[in-house]
């Protein structure tokens, strides 16, 4: 295997000769006539004229070659108490007869499938039914508001949906299917059949001539076989999370995707066939699409799929607990969940009532993870945690120590070096090149690696406007960070996320660093608010950890004085306020805009992603508390 460097040498200076040797490793009904077609740059596409089949190369593949009596999926549903595993050949065979339903009811190669549902083995079971007769699937999280959904069904146009009759956020029920049936009639472009997956926890009511039972459907279908489609063909379409403005439908194509997952899996991650991986995320979510269901099954490990939170489920021992009972290997979460756990058990004292020996590396992304989690994590796991970054649009990171490759030295607060194939450059505003550690706009040189999104779903002019105007011949990611005298990336914040301090740039980021190193800090959120005098000024909002029973306004004064003497009075950070919960989407990211339109008095709306909307409540009164106006709700 060769080192980082030299993987990282020749994917930017012979990208061809590289991913064309990576691509041996999977199969193809035939091979690709170019591994790069850059013909209509910027739309550049990967493996043209190969043929392969997704499903396939994640199900098929394994039981012919002798492991198809291995686990592939184990169920983990401690809200329900359910576990579950399928081993190759029964995820294969169950698969094979639901892309069978899909064929009785008139999907064909290139329709559209929207996915509305909980998680479950029946949602990974559809994706992939899709992905073996050339449907394209659009997963949307379920539970999303009705009118977000319509949205995301005329965008798509998709012939079928499949759904379920609830979701389960922790004790509570959600119901689907009222949510499926508000969306059919609000969308303009109507789905001509539904097929629903009936929970026990609740019975959805049918629409006669449109609604089909899953299990009826499934006791008289036809398995079918894996149809050869073209790499550069879609496998899905996810869709942003709508947090600011309208939802962009990010194309992901089969051969590049494929190519790219599976060499993630043993180049990042660390892990072999055989191996158990679990990313506790969502299926609704680019984690869930990447490593709960695709990349582990292409690499032949055991995924885990879990219905449940760090912490509620019933405890902050929910993880060690999957971990030890199914000798979890490599587990990939969100800062969020550590900092959750981190609040309920600051000691650590759940982690010691499992065997966690089968754990070898715990992986971070979703957020920036303050250096404050990642140590606390280190110390009480010791085990190698590394933070890396990546977005939706690319589909696998684009910076994290490659312990497959090399074990890099850790520096917590960043995500490491670019991953090969990423030419990951830092930018002022005017497109040039900025010096080591100098705070800048992170784009990526084009051509994009294989597996990140070759266009918007028929959308290219939005996907130029989005990714491709701001900085001709990159990739502009919207974060801003820098790079260090070793080549390590710093991702501090969104670009949106950087204020502008009586002329000064700084970075949010940076300030919760220091706020997240309090010791009765649990976690935390910066964000900046209109001033007159100095353009803006960031306000601090904290959670403090379980237990701490200090009076809250020794705390603030604390955080001042500590941000005064780690970033100096140029901060001009004054002004911070306890609060129980930070407002978040249901992936975990914290809701910063939202927060600084509330606290500017701007008109917004409410995030289609929030976990919890009456968080918003909470944030209107801590506000009011810090004397700053209250917004309407739009």
């Known amino acids: 295997m060769p080192s980082y460097d030299d993987a990282y040498h020749q994917s930017l200076h012979d990208p061809e000769s590289f991913w064309g040797a990576v691509a041996e490793d999977v199969h193809w009904y035939t091979p690709w006539d170019r591994v790069l077609d850059d013909s209509r740059a910027p739309f550049y596409r990967w493996f043209v004229g190969g043929q392969v089949n997704t499903c396939y ?144 926890q609740a019975q959805a009511a049918m629409v006669n001539d449109r609604d089909y039972d899953w299990v009826e459907r499934m006791a008289t279908a036809t398995p079918v076989d894996c149809v050869p489609v073209e790499a550069t063909d879609p496998l899905y379409i996810l869709y942003t999370s709508g947090t600011t403005g309208v939802p962009k439908g990010v194309v992901r194509d089969h051969g590049g995707h494929l190519v790219a997952l599976k060499w993630s899996m043993k180049n990042i991650y660390g892990v072999d066939a055989g191996d158990v991986y679990w990313a506790a995320s969502d299926v609704g979510w680019i984690v869930g699409h990447s490593y709960i269901v695709y990349a582990p099954l292409f690499k032949g490990c055991t995924t885990i799929l879990y219905e449940g939170k760090p912490v509620g489920t019933p405890d902050s021992g929910a993880f060690w607990r999957v971990v030890s009972q199914h000798r979890v290997n490599v587990l990939f979460t969100a800062p969020t969940a550590f900092r959750a756990i981190k609040r309920e058990d600051p000691a650590g004292e759940n982690i010691r009532k499992y065997d966690m020996r089968s754990f070898r590396a715990l992986f971070l992304a979703g957020e920036r993870c303050d250096p404050d989690t990642l140590e606390w994590a280190q110390n009480q796991l010791r085990i190698p945690v590394i933070d890396h970054w990546w977005q939706t649009e690319t589909g696998w990171p684009i910076g994290s120590n490659c312990i497959g490759l090399d074990m890099l030295p850790i520096k917590p607060g960043s995500c490491a070096r670019p991953v090969p194939g990423y030419d990951v450059r830092v930018l002022d505003d005017a497109g040039h090149e900025m010096e080591s550690t100098a705070i800048g706009n992170i784009a990526v040189k084009l051509p994009l690696p294989p597996g990140c999104l070759p266009t918007l779903w028929h959308n290219e002019a939005g996907y130029r406007q989005t990714y491709l105007d701001a900085y001709p011949g990159y990739y502009h990611t919207a974060d801003a960070g820098y790079k260090d005298e070793d080549g390590y990336l710093w991702i501090m914040s969104r670009t949106d996320d950087i204020i502008n301090v009586a002329g000064h740039r700084l970075s949010t980021g940076g300030m919760e660093e220091v706020l997240a190193s309090h010791p009765d800090v649990a976690e935390c959120a910066v964000v900046g608010v209109a001033d007159n005098l100095k353009g803006e000024i960031p306000i601090g909002f904290v959670v403090l950890n379980a237990g701490v029973a200090r009076a809250e306004d020794a705390i603030i004064r604390e955080l ?35 927060i600084k339109k509330m606290a500017d008095g701007e008109a917004y709306r409410m995030p289609a992603t929030i976990d919890d909307p009456l968080i918003l409540d909470e944030i209107t009164e801590a506000l009011k508390t810090l004397g700053y106006p209250v917004s309407r709700l739009t």
Not at 131 to 145: D, E, K, T
Not at 575 to 593: C, E, Q, Y
Request: glycine share 8%; net charge positive; proline share 4%.
């Open 57 to 200: 190369n994640a199900l098929d593949i394994h039981v012919e070659n002798g492991r198809g009596d291995q686990q592939a999926l184990i169920y983990d549903s401690p809200v329900t108490d359910t576990i579950r595993a399928y081993t190759y050949r029964e995820l294969r065979d169950e698969t094979a007869l639901f892309a069978g339903v899909l064929e009785g009811l008139g999907i064909r190669q290139g329709d559209r499938v929207i996915i509305y549902m909980a998680m479950i083995p029946e949602t990974v079971i559809a994706m992939l039914a899709c992905a073996r007769i050339g449907a394209i699937h659009s997963v949307v999280f379920g539970g999303f508001a009705a009118n977000e959904l319509a949205i995301r069904i005329d965008d798509a146009q998709p012939k079928l949906i499949v759904s379920a009759s609830c979701g389960i956020e922790g004790g509570r029920i959600i119901l689907y299917k009222p949510l499926l049936d508000r969306a059919i009639e609000l969308a303009e472009k109507k789905p001509s059949s539904c097929v629903i997956y009936q929970r026990p």
């Open 560 to 594: 001042i004085q500590l941000m005064r003497e780690r970033i100096g009075p140029v901060a001009s950070f004054k002004v911070a306020t306890v609060i129980n919960r930070l407002p978040k989407t249901r992936s975990g990211k914290i809701l910063r805009g939202t």
